[in-house]
C-alpha cells in the first residue's frame, strides 16, 4: 500500500520563476492538503483539495495556486518566486471527512536563490 | 491565531527514561488530536491520534493522555530509545475545518 508520494525531492529555482510540484495521496484518499514548513517550524496550511476544487485556503497570497486531478493526484505552483518561498513543501492525504487523520509525504525541499 | 500550543521547546531524556510532552488547545469543537514525528529530511509521520471521548489511548510505547476540562493532551514516550530522536507535533483539526493547526514542535534527545 503506497504512501502519500511527491516529486521532486528537491528543487533549486532563482527568485521570480515559477515552480510546480506533485503529489499523488495515499490509496483510497481524495482529499489532498499542501503545506510549507520553513526550517525549525511547524507546517503552515496553504490549501486542501477536494473534488478537483479548493475546498479551504490558509493565509497565502495568490501566488500559490493548485489543482487537483480525476484520479486525486495534486500540484503546487508558486509563482513569482521570493527568497522567503525557501521552505519544505508536504502533501497530506486524507478521505474527504475532516475528522480523518492526514497522512504526510516527506515533501519537496524548495530552495530559492 | 495560535490555536495549540506546545511545550516544552526541546528535551533530552536517558535511554528507557520517560519523554513527557504537552499541548493546551483554545477551541473545543476539535475532532480528534493527532501526533505526528518528524526525523530530519522527512514529512510528518502520523503517530497516534485520539478523539475527544477519550481520556487515554495506548500504541506500544507511545500513550496519549486527554484533559478535556483543562483543554490540555499529552504524548508519553514509555522506555525511550535512541531511535526515537526526532521532532514530535501536536495538532488539531476544528470541525467543520479542514487544516491542521500544528504546534511549534518538541525537538526529543534520547542519550544512549
Known amino acids: 500500500d503506497a504512501g502519500v508520494t511527491q516529486s521532486p525531492t528537491h528543487l533549486i529555482k532563482t527568485r521570480g520563476q515559477q515552480v510546480t510540484l506533485r503529489c499523488s495521496p495515499k490509496s483510497g484518499h481524495d482529499t489532498v492538503s499542501w503545506y510549507q514548513q520553513a526550517l525549525g517550524q511547524g507546517p503552515q496550511f496553504i490549501f486542501q483539495y477536494y473534488e478537483e476544487e479548493e475546498r479551504q485556503r490558509g493565509n497565502f497570497p495568490d501566488r500559490f495556486s493548485g489543482h487537483q486531478f480525476p484520479n486525486y493526484s495534486s500540484e503546487l505552483n508558486v509563482n513569482a518566486l521570493l527568497l522567503g518561498d525557501s521552505a519544505l513543501y508536504l502533501c497530506a492525504s486524507s478521505f474527504s471527512s475532516s475528522n480523518q487523520p492526514q497522512h504526510f509525504g516527506d515533501g519537496t525541499r524548495l530552495s530559492i536563490l | 491565531q495560535q490555536q495549540v500550543k506546545q511545550s516544552p521547546q526541546s528535551l533530552i531524556v536517558q535511554k528507557g527514561g520517560i519523554s513527557i510532552i504537552n499541548c493546551a488547545y483554545e477551541?473545543?469543537?476539535?475532532?480528534?488530536f493527532p501526533w505526528y514525528q518528524q526525523f530530519p529530511g522527512k514529512g510528518p509521520a502520523l503517530l497516534i491520534a485520539i478523539r475527544p471521548d477519550v481520556s487515554e489511548k495506548k500504541e506500544g510505547r507511545f500513550t496519549i493522555s486527554f484533559n478535556k476540562s483543562a483543554k490540555q493532551f499529552s504524548l508519553h514516550i514509555m522506555d525511550s530509545q535512541p531511535g526515537d530522536s526526532a521532532t514530535y507535533f501536536c495538532a488539531a483539526p476544528r470541525s467543520n475545518d479542514y487544516k491542521l493547526s500544528f504546534g511549534a514542535g518538541t525537538t526529543v534527545t534520547v542519550r544512549a
Open positions: 477551541n473545543t469543537a476539535f475532532d480528534y
